[in-house]
């Protein structure tokens, strides 16, 4: 069974930048049947998706994010990250880590996610 | 695009059934097949409970059902447990961007 484990500092000033690595246990992130995903939840708020990353490097980001996420990925350490710029305290939330399975050439279901991790904005 | 929307509470007692609604539109949930439904405890990993509308993951009781008609999915969690209180949440992709993720706003579900 694969296992995610995020890590990164839990508090980020405001106006700086929220980095964060999710690292990828009993599975290769080069598989080509996956893409790897962060997806958000702000405190008592529902779940919200940041982004995609293939193995290859390819990227897709949430429109409302766009301008101020990075995700990026290195395969020789399993690992993928999550970098967003400028944040403010409407950017505390658990941020989680997550694998999505690929069915017909395009990111279907969640199977796999991290526990989460709370990254609070302070100012 | 707008997210999902659920009910924000369900209940039932142990034994009976209980179903979380998640309503979408013709480009997203009435769309395709790509509806899933997570289960979160807190403090815990989310759980993947059901894919692609109806398909339940190895390990997921078959207490567990999901369905849909026209833009509205469903989750049926039968023979309530204890176990089953906790928050769900559906998903599905736009059509008009397989990339695109829209979440539902969560359920949370009680066990009387």
């Known amino acids: 069974q694969v296992l995610l484990q995020e890590s990164g500092p839990r508090l980020v000033k405001a106006s700086q930048t929220l980095s964060l690595t999710c690292t990828v246990f009993r599975d290769s992130i080069s598989g080509s049947v996956y893409y790897w995903s962060w997806i958000r939840q702000h405190p008592g708020k529902g779940l919200e998706w940041i982004g995609y990353?293939?193995?290859?490097?390819?990227?897709y980001y949430n429109p409302s994010l766009q301008s101020r996420v990075t995700i990026s990925v290195d395969t020789s350490k399993n690992q993928f990250s999550l970098r967003l710029s400028s944040v403010t305290a409407a950017d505390t939330a658990v941020y989680y880590c997550?694998?999505?399975?690929?069915?017909?050439?395009?990111?279907?279901?969640?199977?796999?996610w991290g526990p989460g991790t709370l990254v609070t904005v302070s100012s | 695009q707008s997210a999902l929307t659920q009910p924000p509470s369900a209940s039932g007692s142990p034994g009976q059934s209980v179903t979380i609604s998640c309503t979408g539109t013709s480009s997203d949930v009435g769309a395709h097949n790509f509806v899933s439904w997570y289960q979160l405890h807190p403090g815990k990993a989310p759980k993947l409970m059901i894919y692609e509308v109806d398909k339940r993951p190895s390990g997921v009781p078959d207490r567990f059902s999901g369905s849909k008609s026209d833009n509205t999915a469903s989750l049926t969690v039968s023979r309530l447990q204890a176990e089953d209180e906790a928050d769900y949440y559906c998903t599905s992709h736009a059509a008009s961007n397989n990339f695109y993720v829209l979440f539902g706003g969560g359920t949370k579900l009680t066990v009387l």
């Open positions: 990353i293939y193995y290859s490097g390819s990227t």
């Open positions: 997550a694998r999505a399975r690929v069915i017909a050439a395009r990111p279907d279901y969640f199977d796999n």
